[in-house]
């Protein structure tokens, strides 16, 4: 299994107020020296993934400073390992400003193809926590799936500020929906998978209405209209822990 890593670092991070205002939410430093961005990042290569790519957007120029070749994280390699920066660029067709991190994997959907890799992990660069994805690899290889997201608990007074999942017995995917004010489920989605069978799929699908022009997260492109693929979410004691540590 090939797996590339696409880090979504894009963020403006309104929320953090001055501390965000020169700088993307994951160039925000954390601990003096360190930045949230080296949070994806080590997990990554703790994880032995080498193959990285941050697609940046708001205000990169701190975060690509700090980015550099990669060295601090051995990412400093030849192709098709190291790191690899994505901004968005204006092309002939498609080509503009993300819309939302569904329309910045659209967009980049001829680099995902040309890279070769037959798994796209797909994470946040602005999420504090630590974990292994290779649990989450073989979780996703054991189940077949062609899209597997790690998901977590919340307290149910808290759904409304996060999107949530809900599955069935099996633990196959059956709705998503962004910050509902009440909802039965209580699984927060936190890290999404992608397979090949679904880089067709973007390969193919025009961005089209609002799931995703104005779309937070991807998944629910996958989830809301794409609903006859093979789903999965693991909630395990590992991603049950992901943002506690």
Same mark, same amino acid.
């Given at each position: ?97 993300? #819309? ?8 980049? @959907? $001829? ?5 070769? %890799?037959?798994?796209? +992990? *797909? ?96 998944? #629910? ?8 693929? @093979? $789903? ?5 004691? %590992?991603?049950?822990? +992901? *943002?506690?540590?």
């Amino acid at each position: 299994m090939s797996v590339l890593t696409l880090i979504l670092a894009g963020g403006e991070g309104s929320r953090l107020s001055i501390l965000g205002e020169k700088r993307a939410k994951p160039a925000v430093p954390f601990g003096g020296k360190y930045r949230i961005i080296d949070f994806p990042l080590s997990n990554a290569v703790n994880s032995d993934l080498y193959r990285v790519a941050v697609l940046t957007q708001y205000r990169p120029h701190s975060l690509m400073q700090h980015l550099g070749i990669g060295e601090p994280w051995d990412l400093n390699r030849q192709r098709p390992n190291g790191l690899q920066i994505w901004q968005p660029y204006r092309g002939r067709h498609d080509q503009d400003w993300y #819309r939302g991190t569904a329309d910045a994997l659209y967009q980049n @959907r $001829s680099f995902i193809e040309g890279d070769g %890799s037959d798994t796209l +992990l *797909v994470l946040s660069g602005d999420h504090i926590y630590k974990q292994d994805y290779r649990d989450l690899l073989r979780f996703h290889k054991e189940r077949g799936a062609d899209l597997t997201v790690a998901v977590m608990h919340v307290r149910p007074d808290e759904v409304h500020r996060f999107g949530i999942m809900s599955v069935d017995a099996d633990g196959r995917i059956t709705r998503f929906t962004e910050k509902p004010k009440q909802s039965e489920s209580t699984l927060l989605i936190t890290v999404p998978w992608m397979t090949q069978p679904l880089e067709s799929r973007l390969r193919s699908t025009s961005p089209v209405g609002p799931n995703f022009t104005g779309g937070r997260s991807f998944e #629910r492109v996958w989830i809301t209209q794409r609903g006859s693929y @093979r $789903s999965s979410a693991g909630c395990s004691s %590992s991603s049950a822990r +992901l *943002v506690s540590q």
